[in-house]
C-alpha cells in the first residue's frame, strides 16, 4: 500500500499568521491519465471530516481561499495564509491514484 | 444540500454480525459510487470499500475482504455495509461518503464496538 506521511503532526499556529503542512507519498501520486489523486481533508473537533482540497490543487466550492494545495509526485502542501479560530481540528491528505486509497495519519492545528 | 445520515451501529460480540445503513438525499444517489471509511484514534482513517452505480463493481480493503459486503438501492437512496465474523480490531466510527473524485462528501459516522 501507499505510504502517506504528514508532517508536522502537531501544528501550533498564531491567529492571523500562515501554516503548512506536508504530505509525502511512498509512490508518485501521478496516474496515467494526467490527473494526481491527492485529497486535503479538514476534520474539526466533533465532526466528520469535510474536503477542503482535491487533485492536489483544486480549491472545493465554499471553501476559503485562504486555504491552497499545491505539490507534484510524491511531495504535496497545503497552506493556510492567515489562520482563524474556526481552522482547529485535523487535517488528512489522501490519495487515490493507487489502489487501496490511503490516508495520513493527520495533522492536529491548534491556536498558540 | 448533500446529506448522508449513518444508522445501524451498536456493540455486537465478536465472530458476530452488524449491517450498516446509510441514507442520501440531495443528489442524484444513483449517479455516484459510494464508499465506507472507518475510523479509529489508534490507526486513523481506513478505506473499507466501495460500490459502483449499478452494483455491477464492488471493491474491497484486504482488511475486510470476504467478511464486509457493500450493498445499495438506488429506489431507497440507501446505501449498506453487511459486516460478518467481526473482529476487536473492527471497533470504529463507520462513515458513508460520496465517491467523486474519491471522496467528497462524508456522513456523521456510526459508532460500531466488537467486544466481549
Known amino acids: 500500500d501507499v505510504v502517506m506521511t504528514q508532517f508536522p503532526l502537531s501544528l501550533p499556529v498564531t491567529l492571523g499568521r500562515p501554516a503548512s503542512i506536508s504530505c509525502r507519498s511512498s509512490?508518485?501520486?501521478?496516474?496515467?491519465?494526467?490527473?494526481?489523486?491527492l485529497n486535503w481533508f479538514q476534520q474539526r473537533p466533533g465532526q466528520s471530516p469535510r474536503r477542503l482540497i482535491y487533485?492536489?490543487?483544486n480549491r472545493d466550492s465554499g471553501v476559503p481561499d485562504r486555504f491552497t494545495g499545491s505539490g507534484s509526485g510524491t511531495d504535496f502542501t497545503l497552506k493556510i495564509s492567515r489562520v482563524e479560530a474556526e481552522d482547529v481540528g485535523v487535517y488528512y491528505c489522501?490519495?487515490?491514484?493507487?489502489?487501496?486509497?490511503?490516508f495520513g495519519q493527520g495533522t492536529k492545528l491548534e491556536i498558540e | 444540500e448533500v446529506q448522508l445520515v449513518e444508522s445501524g451501529g451498536g456493540l455486537v460480540q465478536p465472530g458476530g454480525s452488524l449491517k450498516l445503513s446509510c441514507a442520501a438525499s440531495?443528489?442524484?444517489?444513483?449517479?455516484?459510487?459510494m464508499s465506507w471509511v472507518r475510523q479509529t484514534p489508534g490507526k486513523g482513517l481506513e478505506w473499507v470499500g466501495n460500490?459502483?452505480?449499478?452494483?455491477?463493481?464492488?471493491d474491497y480493503a484486504n482488511s475486510v475482504k470476504g467478511r464486509f459486503t457493500i450493498s445499495r438501492d438506488n429506489a431507497e437512496h440507501s446505501l449498506y455495509l453487511q459486516m460478518n465474523s467481526l473482529r476487536v480490531e473492527d471497533t470504529a466510527v463507520y462513515y458513508c461518503?460520496?465517491?467523486?473524485?474519491?471522496?467528497?462528501?462524508w456522513g456523521q459516522g456510526t459508532l460500531v464496538t466488537v467486544s466481549s
Open positions: 461518503a460520496r465517491d467523486q473524485d474519491y471522496i467528497d462528501y
Open positions: 440531495g443528489f442524484t444517489f444513483s449517479d455516484f459510487w
Open positions: 460500490i459502483n452505480q449499478d452494483e455491477s463493481r464492488r
Open positions: 509512490q508518485s501520486l501521478l496516474y496515467s491519465d494526467g490527473n494526481t489523486y
Open positions: 487533485r492536489a490543487s
Open positions: 489522501m490519495q487515490g491514484t493507487h489502489w487501496p486509497r490511503t
